[in-house]
Nanobody
């Protein structure tokens, strides 16, 4: 059974930074594609960033140049470094692991950016 636990969310002023972490249990982390999604209140869940098992990355247009996704396979952890945060980045951030076409989701962590 795979479990994902996010951490690092909180309240930050506009222009500030946060680093989210997502720790995974189980042995499939290193072969899985890891993603961060976010869902603002009343809106759909959107893709923020993805990193493959080989380290290739992809970002949503709204976060390009501000957010960086990375992974540490030795620690079974994926990170999301968020810089130059804006109020519109406020959302619950979820990590997702996809392995053998099966998705696993974390419980989410709240990020609130004040203006």
């Amino acid at each position: 059974q795979v479990q994902l636990v996010e951490s690092g969310g909180g309240l930050v002023q506009a222009g500030g930074s946060l680093r989210l972490s997502c720790a995974a249990s189980g042995s499939i982390f290193s072969i899985g594609t890891m993603s961060w999604y976010r869902q603002a209140r009343g809106k759909q869940r959107d893709l923020v960033a993805t990193i493959t098992s080989g380290g290739s990355t992809n970002y949503g247009d709204s976060v390009k140049g501000r957010f960086t996704i990375s992974r540490d396979n030795a620690k079974n952890t994926v990170y999301l470094q968020m810089n130059a945060l804006r109020p519109e980045d406020t959302a619950v951030y979820y990590c997702k692991l996809t392995a053998y076409l099966v998705p696993y989701w974390g419980q989410g962590t709240q990020v609130t950016v004040s203006s």
